[in-house]
């Protein structure tokens, strides 16, 4: 009985498992496109990373400020690498992923400045997009 059990909730287990493992790809592909963006400066990277209505939160000077993705497009999407891109590095330090939400930790360091960004992510329409952004910028001594 105890055998039958076992075999019964391995069974189940199986699709659950395959799903999350779906689903955690498709988040790290978004933060992927969101880091290939940066290393490009591609606005087809970061649209195909971010979700049209996402926002961008952070601190700046203590008081808190907003961006639109359209306006970090703007700014971001320079259409080649920065100057000091083989200086420039990258990583996704975590992500956690529950059904149609997860959450990204990644790094960005850079020469001049050390990013913390904290993206929030949902599946909709069968896509994984990154729909809200907040960040910790720490500048760098020279």
């Known amino acids: 009985m105890r055998s039958l059990i076992l075999a019964a ?9 395959h799903a999350q493992d779906k689903d955690e790809a498709g988040a790290r592909a978004a933060v992927n496109h969101y880091l290939a963006g940066h290393a490009t400066g591609s606005a087809a990277e970061f649209g195909a990373a ?15 400020a907003e ?5 970090f497009i703007a700014a971001a999407a320079t259409g080649k690498p920065a100057v000091d891109e083989a200086q420039r590095r990258r990583w996704i330090e975590s992500l956690d992923v529950t059904g149609n939400a997860g959450m990204a930790k990644v790094v960005l360091d850079y020469p001049s400045v050390r990013f913390v960004d904290y993206l929030s992510l949902v599946k909709a329409d069968g896509e994984w997009r990154i729909v ?11």
């Open 9 to 17: 909730s391995l069974i189940l287990a199986a699709p659950l498992a």
């Open 50 to 64: 971010f979700h049209p209505k996402a926002m961008l939160y952070w601190n700046r000077d203590g008081s808190f």
């Open 67 to 71: 961006r639109t993705l359209a306006d």
């Open 132 to 142: 809200n952004k907040i960040f910790q910028a720490d500048r760098k001594e020279q």
